[in-house]
Nanobody
Framework: QVQVAESGGGLVQAGGSLRLSCVAS????????MAWYRQAPGKQRELVAT???????NYADSVKGRFTISRANGDNTMYLQMNSLKPEDTAVYYC?????????????WGQGTQVTVSS
């Protein structure tokens, strides 16, 4: 079992920055990949960025060049550095972890943290 919890959301003006954190606990050594998703009001949840256990990263086109995903502290903490924020980045941001020593791999979600970007 793995638990993940996000923090760091808030209200920021357009052009500003925020750093989100996601702390994992439980069977940390079983974590394979982690990711950030977001869901804006009235829209489907969408992928923002992913990071593998080896450190490979992937970003949605809408955030490339502005957001940076990283892992630290023995890989139990994941960050999302968000720069040059836009009003359209306003959403609830969720982290998840894909974990498991054997198949099937399970996906664990946090409760989300609100990010609001004012124009």
């Amino acid at each position: 079992q793995v638990q993940v919890a996000e923090s760091g959301g808030g209200l920021v003006q357009a052009g500003g920055s925020l750093r989100l954190s996601c702390v994992a606990s439980g069977s940390i050594s079983s974590i394979r990949a982690m990711a950030w998703y977001r869901q804006a009001p009235g829209k489907q949840r969408e992928l923002v960025a992913t990071i593998s256990s080896g450190g490979s990263t992937n970003y949605a086109d809408s955030v490339k060049g502005r957001f940076t995903i990283s892992r630290a502290n023995g890989d139990n903490t994941m960050y999302l550095q968000m720069n040059s924020l836009k009003p359209e980045d306003t959403a609830v941001y969720y982290c998840n972890a894909d974990a498991g020593y054997y198949s099937p791999i399970r996906r664990y979600w946090g409760q989300g943290t609100q990010v609001t970007v004012s124009s």
